[in-house]
């Protein structure tokens, strides 16, 4: 078993999938991953769509840049995608009001899940890519999202078609500050 330290370094953002069915029993552990994430005041404001139906994942697609988006191959092209939806007004509220001067709290929840499905996934062998650059209401059009909830981001899963090294880092003492700025 890989240490978590060594999982968090060699993760990177995968978008070239090999023609590989994910096994269902894989599938289960990433959504483990997901129910275990933290969240605020335990909402849990999460909901995930599986995708695996070509056409389900073109109208995806088709709701990413057709330029400027280096996911786009990978939606069509990865055996599943993960679609992050969140209930509003639930994570960050406290008796129907924002406890905090930012309001929703549900992009930090699903940013926690997002990662937990990204390690978990690649503890697996598998790739994934957190997609972000998309048109959102054209997305949940496709996912016949209801009122209440947003849809977030979307993650092809699949067996990576290739590796990559990863990118410079900065050093800790470059963005870590001591008992004041």
């Known amino acids: ?17 090999q023609d590989r069915p994910v096994p269902e029993q894989m599938l289960h552990k990433v959504l483990e991953a997901v129910k275990w994430a933290p969240s605020w005041a335990n909402t849990q404001c999460w909901e995930v769509i599986v995708v695996r139906d070509p056409a389900a994942k073109e109208k995806l697609q088709a709701s990413l840049p057709p330029k400027g988006n280096p996911a786009h191959s990978a939606m069509v092209q990865a055996p599943v995608v993960l679609v992050l939806c969140a209930k509003t ?12 001067k930012f309001g929703e709290w549900m992009m930090y929840d699903l940013g926690i899940a997002g990662q937990n499905i990204c390690l978990m996934a690649h503890s697996l062998g598998l790739a994934t890519v957190v997609v972000g650059l998309f048109d959102h209401d054209k ?14 981001t979307m993650i092809p899963l699949g067996y990576p078609a290739k590796s990559s090294s990863a990118p410079k880092r900065r050093e800790i003492a470059e963005f870590v500050h001591y008992d004041r700025w």
Request: hydrophobic share 40%; no cysteine; net charge positive.
């Open 89 to 100: 007004k639930s994570s960050g509220f406290y008796k129907e009001m924002p406890a905090t």
């Open 1 to 17: 078993m890989t240490d978590l330290m060594t999982l968090i370094q060699t993760r990177r953002s995968i978008r070239k999938f």
């Open 139 to 152: 997305a949940a059009e496709a996912m016949q999202i209801p009122a209440g909830y947003e849809l977030v």
